[in-house]
């Protein structure tokens, strides 16, 4: 039988067309488009393993860990030179956190899949601790690490290109190993380790060598040591000067003065500064950071001892230093304050600047004073907004500040995401929806939410996620006329609306047609979704003379 004649694409279009399926991320479509043909593999698996690390298995864990472990032996294998493409030379990211956890989740729960991981050529990495009942998923991550940039660089050099990987993470990074390791990445552009205590000058050295494009670093904690604070700085030191975009410590943090100070070092470039978990020692040096001027992203979180630390207080330098500074970074648009001592005297002085007009604005505090309902007037430029009371005494007082906030929220007319824990009234939700054409989702809290509510909720010609926390009594007839006016709007925005009733009385419980009618009716006109979730009935305790319950 002679071959099929007939036009077929030209190579090229195929090519566009795996750059587009990998621009919208869709990996499952990549990985139908390599299996088409060898040709078509050349041109679908590069794009396939750049973006191998937003595949679902990879993303899922436990859920997707055979498509998983599959996707990692191929990329260990390809390191080996064996297989027919080199696997590992294509990825971007290379994510060892995941692969540490997906080992230690063979070594309890899935024998025969293990087996398979560890099958010949890979039988060498099959290393267990030394009570021999679990993988050492820290040894086998950090062979894997070598195994892997080792090719990475060989390939490179031998083929006189450029090497794709740009994001090196990881839980335990060996701070002997990691200057190695980085030497043969050109493109390396991130570095993720899990104790920030693991950087230090002999690393940001390598880098400013071998990778000029570097300019992000992400710690998840740092751990305590008399000497941390200064061997972080002395990374942020010995990197390219002006060179470091962002920087972020995600949870226990023990850096200080000497690193903000070297942070200054980078002033000109710094865009994203995250905070979290600041110790009070550092809140009281954290003015030292003023030459870094062009944050646009600003995340801030105070640690257990910063509570009552109370640097608002009038006179003290320190605060209205720290103050000073954020109101000379005009391009920030994200701020974010959680757990901030005097966060929300911090929020409203930082908006009082002149220049200063975020899009976005995360407030989670204890205390929230008239100030800030001052300051939020006028917001222009805001696009989401997050205010969370943590004190429920604060948050339960009746002393008009509620009526000011719902006031000056009023006022930022751009406004499309609003989420706050204030228990507002029918009154000043009705003025908030009326006041807000662009707004898209909501968040709504309250002493008890009504059918009287949805009515103020249809002024919302743009809704597309309302979340119901505060306890409810929504009947089925005036939902469904909300989202039946919503869906004869002809000017109206909703797709995709999502309706979330999180605390509904167990005595108004939706018979399972008026759940039906307003799913059906979510999903057929606006492709959308709806849940409610009843709280849990109380029952009442009696007690007879003796002081015994004596209730069923």
């Not at 973006?51 to 899922?60: G, K, V």
């Not at 950071?289 to 003290?316: H, P, S, V």
């Not at 930082?350 to 309902?373: H, Q, W, Y």
């Not at 499309?416 to 707004?439: A, K, M, W, Y």
Request: include cysteine.
């Amino acid at each position: 039988m002679g071959s099929q004649s007939g036009p077929v694409f030209p190579q090229e279009i195929w090519w566009l067309v795996s750059l587009e399926v990998a621009a919208r991320r869709d990996f499952g479509s990549l990985f139908l488009l390599a299996r088409l043909s060898k040709g078509m593999a050349r041109l679908a698996l590069p794009e396939l393993y750049a973006i191998h690390d937003m595949s679902p298995a990879i993303n899922a864990h436990i859920l997707n860990v055979e498509t998983s472990i599959c996707l990692w032996r191929s990329i260990i294998i390809s390191s080996l030179g064996t297989t027919m493409f080199p696997y590992c030379c294509w990825i971007k990211a290379l994510l060892l956190g995941g692969l540490h956890s997906q080992l230690e989740d063979l070594s309890r729960d899935n024998p025969a899949l293990k087996a398979s991981f560890f099958r010949p050529p890979l039988e060498k990495l099959e290393v267990y601790t030394i009570s021999e009942k679990f993988l050492d998923a820290d040894k086998i991550v950090v062979e894997v690490a070598h195994m892997v940039t080792s090719y990475i660089r060989a390939s490179a050099a031998r083929e006189n290109k450029e090497t794709a990987l740009a994001v090196l993470e990881g839980q335990n990074l060996p701070q002997t190993l990691l200057p190695g390791w980085v030497s043969g990445l050109s493109n390396l552009t991130t570095l993720s380790v899990r104790d920030g205590a693991t950087l230090n000058a002999d690393i940001s050295r390598a880098i400013r060598k071998h990778c000029p494009a570097f300019k992000h670093v992400q710690c998840f904690f740092f751990s305590s040591g008399i000497h941390v604070d200064a061997t972080t700085a002395g990374f942020f030191l010995n990197l390219k000067p002006q060179s470091l975009e962002s920087f972020a410590v995600l949870s226990l943090n023990h850096i200080g003065f000497r690193t903000f100070q070297a942070l200054n070092g980078h002033s000109d470039t710094l865009k994203v500064l995250a905070l979290y978990s600041l110790e009070r020692a550092a809140f009281e040096r954290l003015y030292e950071l003023q030459d870094c001027r062009k944050l646009e992203i600003f995340r801030l979180e105070g640690a257990m001892n910063t509570k009552q630390y109370r640097w608002a207080e009038a006179g003290n330098p320190v605060f209205q230093d720290v103050v000073r500074w954020l109101q000379k970074c005009t391009a920030l648009w994200y701020i974010e304050l959680m757990a901030v001592p005097s966060g929300h005297t911090l929020c409203a002085q930082i908006l009082e600047g002149a220049n200063i007009r975020p899009m976005t604005l995360v407030l989670k505090c204890f205390d929230v004073g008239p100030d800030l309902s001052a300051s939020l007037t006028g917001q222009t430029n805001l696009r989401r907004l997050t205010i969370e009371i943590r004190d429920e005494d604060v948050l339960e007082a009746d002393d008009g500040r509620r009526t000011l906030m719902a006031n000056a929220i009023s006022t930022c007319r751009k406004l499309r995401e609003l989420d706050t824990n204030e228990l507002f009234t029918l009154e000043e939700v009705d003025q908030i929806c009326g006041s807000l054409p662009h707004l898209e989702e909501i968040v709504l809290n309250g002493e008890c939410i009504n059918d009287a509510y949805l009515g103020s909720l249809s002024k919302l010609r743009r809704l597309r996620s309302l979340n119901i926390f505060g306890p409810s009594v929504i009947n089925a007839g005036p939902l469904l006329e909300m989202l039946s006016g919503f869906a004869a709007d002809p000017g109206g925005a909703h797709e995709g609306l999502q309706v979330w009733i999180s605390n509904q009385a167990p005595t108004l419980r939706m018979t399972k047609e008026d759940k039906a009618a307003v799913t059906s009716i979510l999903w057929s006109r606006f492709k959308g979704q709806f849940k409610i979730s009843y709280r849990p009935e109380t029952h009442p305790i009696h007690f007879g003379s003796d002081g015994l319950d004596v209730s069923d």
